[in-house]
């Protein structure tokens, strides 16, 4: 048995647990109970996440996109193009802004413009110097290097984009 003075008591121990400071607020939505389900009170998954984001992003941009015809060496430096690039694309270069561009096969892809949004199912390489831009792709031995700003590079870029027209 151990006797402690009232000063001893008021001190938190060296193994106490800090608290917290100030609070934390917000509110949390449940989602609604899916009608179909048979897993008790579970809710069915959002349709933005239940889906694959490359594939979703890249089908809704080819709803709305022209079709160009690639080159060896294809140059978009207008602003604001919807594009499906069809043919063999050796070099793709991006020096315009707000673009949205899909296409299936790329040696390389290079972006300096701002504000692109750009899928590619296949590309050996992609340089980004520009700031605000969306890359994606599908190849597993893509190269990238980012000296941008702001960018998003890789094969889940397209997650939690909202593409609107």
């Known amino acids: 048995m151990s006797i402690q003075s009232p000063e001893e008591t008021a001190r938190p121990s060296a193994s106490a647990i800090p608290t917290a400071t100030a609070s934390i607020q917000g509110t949390v939505t449940p989602l609604p109970k899916d009608p ?98 969306v890359v994606a792709w599908r190849s597993s031995d893509t190269r990238s290097t980012d000296s941008g700003q702001s960018n998003s590079l890789g094969r889940h870029a397209l997650d939690g984009v909202e593409l609107a027209f």
């Not at 009170?41 to 996109?65: C, M, R, W, Y």
């Not at 561009?101 to 300096?112: G, K, M, P, Y």
Request: charged share 20%; proline share 1%.
């Open 36 to 133: 179909t389900s048979t897993e008790g009170s579970l809710g069915s998954v959002p349709k933005e996440t239940n889906g694959d984001s490359f594939q979703l992003g890249f089908e809704k941009i080819l709803e709305h996109a022209q079709k160009k015809k690639c080159s060896q060496d294809t140059e978009i430096s207008e602003d604001g193009q919807i594009l499906l690039l069809v043919g063999n694309c050796k070099e793709i270069s991006i020096s315009g802004t707000g673009n949205m561009i899909v296409a299936d096969n790329a040696r390389s892809v290079e972006i300096s413009g701002a504000g692109n949004i750009v899928a590619v199912k296949s590309v050996r390489q992609v340089d980004v110097s520009g700031i605000g831009n």
